[in-house]
């Protein structure tokens, strides 16, 4: 199978550049030809604001460019990850003249909310989801706190909605979690294209001993993740658990300032996250917005690491459908601390936990698992584009 990857990178490289090096490396890996076309968000910096705005409707360059690479390799599947915003939703119109099906990776929420992340003010919002035209972004300046920028946004998605270029164009789209299928068929798109596919994690990176005297948090350091309530748990359970925080970002301050029990380790590398997962007795995953797909969760199940997170969106909806974690009441920190002191008072139940984490990994997050899985999307996509010809 011959095989065309396209993704917009971040400027601050993230789980989404992460998953886009690991898929197209997962289909290399099993024989078949990957032709990777890729754009950089650092581009933006030079182009003057009116351009930026244009080309987010509408890239004339990625369409003209996608449709001269589709003509020379003639590819089976094209399959997107981000397009936002250099790429645009032009890229599709090149797939479809060129008569190649269409794969779409959803990694946020960018087709229903121009935040992509449903979250405004401290907490979760849907007001955008479902509208023809996404107003209330707008009024709230919700795309990086700029009303200008945000119409920008808004009016892609409407244009896109208008041309149904969502609905017509994509043939498989691939979604995290149950929840951010249900986000995506509220905001119009067709739930008979949206399969929910976990991400893998490679290599294996081994079950851990989990021997240490403390509990785990590693990610950004932000209102969203939970911080603030995490912290205001520990203050409650004192000096009885400890808890180490691996990662930076804007509360860095709240948490070197923290109580005894906790030590901030500041960011660190995958490889030492993954030796602390192996060593930590629980990861506490505290978010109060919809993840996608937090990758942290698989690297902790993967070393039977087994999790403490909020029951909200799909992260909750992760948890309970493995039985290797427990959830509490997103944003409640007497929750939280009430969850996390009953648990490491049972040790043995934790130890249970870890195992079932370490058993879902292995029938469903597993390099072999996700290819069989790709394959099949990929058979999917050609038959409804087949079917739709």
């Known amino acids: ?81 981000n397009t936002f915003p250099l790429i645009s939703p032009s890229a599709y119109y090149a797939a479809r003249a060129e008569g190649i099906p269409v794969v779409q990776t959803i990694h946020n929420y960018r087709l229903v909310c121009p935040a992509a992340t449903l979250y405004r003010d401290d907490q979760p919002c849907t007001d955008c989801v479902g509208r023809a035209f996404a107003a209330p972004s707008v009024v709230h300046g919700c795309y990086r706190g ?24 994509v043939h498989v789209y691939i979604a995290p979690s149950q929840f951010a299928r ?14 929910v596919k976990p991400n893998f994690i490679n290599p294996d990176p081994g079950v851990g001993e989990h021997t240490g005297d403390f509990v785990l948090f590693t990610g950004r350091l932000a209102p969203e993740k939970g911080i603030r309530t995490l912290l205001r748990a520990w203050e409650r359970l004192g000096t009885s658990i400890p808890l180490r925080i691996a990662g930076d970002g804007p509360l ?4 070197s300032g923290g109580s005894d029990a906790v030590e901030w380790l500041g960011h660190r590398t995958r490889d030492e996250v993954v030796r602390l997962m192996k060593d930590a007795r629980a990861l506490i995953v505290p978010s109060e917005w919809y993840e996608g797909f937090p990758m942290v969760i698989a690297e902790a199940y993967a070393t039977g690491l087994p999790v403490i997170a909020s029951d909200i969106g799909g992260l909750g909806e992760l948890v309970r459908n493995s039985n290797g974690g427990i959830t509490f009441a997103p944003g409640d920190d007497d929750d939280l601390a009430a969850t996390v002191r009953e648990a490491w008072s049972k040790p043995d139940e934790l130890r249970a936990l870890g195992l079932a984490a370490r058993r879902d990994y292995e029938e469903r997050w597993t390099l072999q698992r996700s290819y069989e899985m790709h394959l099949e999307i990929y058979r999917r996509a050609a038959r409804v584009r087949e079917r739709a010809a």
């Open 252 to 255: 860095r301050e709240a948490v």
């Open 182 to 195: 249900h986000q995506l068929i509220a905001g119009g798109l067709p739930g008979s294209r949206i399969v």
């Open 1 to 81: 199978m011959k095989l065309v990857f396209v993704h917009e990178r971040y400027q601050q490289a993230g789980g989404e550049d992460q998953i886009f090096e690991a898929e197209s490396a997962l289909m290399e890996s099993y024989g078949h030809e990957v032709i990777r076309y890729t754009d950089d968000n650092d581009r933006i910096a030079s182009m003057r604001p009116w351009n930026v705005a244009a080309t987010t409707v509408w890239s004339r360059s990625a369409n003209r460019e996608l449709r001269r690479l589709f003509r020379e390799h003639r590819p089976d599947i094209v399959h997107f990850h």
């Open 146 to 169: 700029s009303r200008a920028g945000s119409l920008v946004v808004a009016g892609m998605l409407t244009t896109h909605r208008f041309l149904r270029t969502w609905r017509r164009l």
